[in-house]
């Protein structure tokens, strides 16, 4: 088990530009969530897939940003036409259905977004 | 779900507990509390979590009013370690699956 891991883990890009980010969840969850998290503020949720279905997302998913989970194993998240404002730490989680603790999730380091 | 709130920061002496509040005065009955804690550059980890009973594990004890409306998460000997900012969530393990975070404490371990 090598836990959850985020690629890249630091991402410079100018506005306007798309950026793609990557996690790869612990091998045996079938939970995976973004978040984003922005300096001096806890992480704020994203989206959330079980398996290869994206359950649930939040209002700040705006239509610039997608995320998919193909065959239920890695995401990714894709932002479109960067916005200054979205300079941020990217954090990816999963956890397992039916785990003892639902809500007991395991995070990645994040990518950190930085948008000039 | 119910909103938690905590003291923006703490320091506290190495090897001396370290008792971090939480007020949830709005938790209802079927509402756990939830810690997880934010070491510098890393992501959120899970420490424990509890309904009515106060909890131990190998990292932290909780301890839970008993009217529910307030916790304390307490370290028992706390290292440099330690430092990192200390999430008090309330939630409902029925509903929705995220965390909501808030902004935490952050917790300070002086030698």
């Known amino acids: 088990d090598t836990g959850v891991s985020q690629n890249p883990r630091h991402k410079i890009t100018k506005r306007g530009q798309n950026v793609t980010f990557r996690c790869d969840p612990i091998?045996?969850?079938?939970?995976l969530y973004w978040y984003r998290q922005t300096l001096g503020q806890g992480p704020e949720f994203l989206t959330y897939f079980q398996n290869e279905a994206q359950l649930e997302k939040s209002r700040l998913l705006s239509d610039r940003f997608s995320a998919e989970r193909p065959k239920g194993s890695f995401s990714t998240l894709e932002i479109q036409r960067t916005e200054q404002g979205d300079s941020a730490m990217y954090l990816c989680?999963?956890?397992?259905?039916?785990?003892?603790?639902?809500?007991?999730?395991?995070f990645g380091p994040g990518t950190r977004l930085t948008v000039t | 779900d119910a909103k938690t709130t905590q003291p923006p920061s703490m320091d506290c002496a190495e090897g001396r507990a370290a008792n971090l509040p939480c007020n949830h005065s709005?938790?209802?009955?079927?509402?756990?509390v939830y810690w997880y804690r934010q070491i510098h550059s890393q992501g959120p980890q899970y420490i424990i979590h509890?309904?009515?009973n106060n909890e131990t594990n190998e990292m932290a004890s909780l301890i839970i009013t008993e009217d529910r409306k307030s916790s304390t998460l307490i370290l028992p000997h706390a290292t440099l370690r330690d430092t990192a900012v200390y999430y008090c969530i309330a939630m409902d393990q029925t509903g929705a699956n995220n965390l909501f975070f808030g902004t935490g404490t952050r917790l300070t371990v002086i030698p």
């Open positions: 091998s045996e969850h079938n939970r």
């Open positions: 509890g309904l009515k």
């Open positions: 709005t938790i209802s009955g079927n509402e756990y």
């Open positions: 989680a999963s956890s397992l259905r039916y785990q003892k603790n639902p809500y007991e999730q395991y």
